[in-house]
């Protein structure tokens, strides 16, 4: 069962840590931190679910459910902090089709989204079988753990793969150094910022084809990293 999901969760560390267990798990993921944001994509991509948190910026979850709801019945699954019942009540009488409650197990959030996008019947498994993210000529297969740039292997370390994981799902954006530890701290856990630096330079020797002048994995000065996605 594969579906397109996006994400509206203004956490940026638990924004990725859901994209990364929906990749995994063959979904492909679009991922927005606002509310505005999310209808946007909503309405241009029309995904086969939303994970939708209730404490968004510009509009809330509540504001984005109750549009959704007048516009099209795609599936829509709340997190929040917020435990009262008059929320969840609320939530559910908005339409949401299922409530989770911040702090949560991802493998619990993983198999409520199954089940959310079996009832639906929204999720085509013939449509997207290919787990493999792809940008700027790069191939991230999270599932076989494997990397190939421009058709051939390419060797990383975990941390490497975790970086390259994350900046081939958002092509474009920048990653400050910060944003990249956080993505490596579950296979580097004495990693430093500086070490991230050496992460890049190192994916730089083995993706680029001058790594003293690189065209995918570039510096944005004063602000950390990013993907140019004009390759893939």
């Known amino acids: 069962m594969c579906a397109h999901v996006l994400v509206a969760e203004d956490d940026a560390m638990q924004a990725e840590l859901i994209r990364r267990s929906l990749i995994a ?24 679910l939303v994970v939708l948190d209730l404490m968004l910026p510009v509009i809330d979850g509540f504001g984005v459910c109750r549009v959704l709801r007048a516009d099209d019945e795609i599936p829509v699954l709340m997190l929040t902090a917020r435990s009262a019942e008059d929320d969840v009540l609320l939530g559910l009488e908005l339409g949401a089709d299922d409530y989770m409650v911040k702090p949560y197990s991802p493998r619990e959030l993983m198999a409520r989204i199954r089940t959310v996008l079996r009832r639906s019947g929204r999720a085509d498994a013939d449509r997207r079988e290919d787990p493999v993210v792809r940008a700027a000529g790069l191939a991230v297969d999270p599932v076989r753990h494997e990397v190939r740039c421009d058709g051939s292997p390419v060797e990383c370390t975990p941390a490497e793969f975790e970086i390259l994981l994350a900046m081939t799902g958002e092509p474009e954006r920048v990653f400050s150094r910060r944003q990249l530890l956080e993505v490596t701290r579950g296979t580097d856990r004495a990693s430093t910022e500086r070490a991230v630096d050496v992460h890049i330079m190192n994916l730089r020797r083995k993706i680029e084809a001058d790594p003293r002048r690189p065209v995918r994995l570039l510096t944005v000065f004063g602000v950390g990293y990013k993907l140019s996605g004009g390759h893939g």
């Open 25 to 48: 798990e063959g979904h492909t993921v679009t991922v927005v931190h606002d509310g505005r944001a999310a209808l946007d994509a909503a309405r241009r991509l029309a995904p086969d």
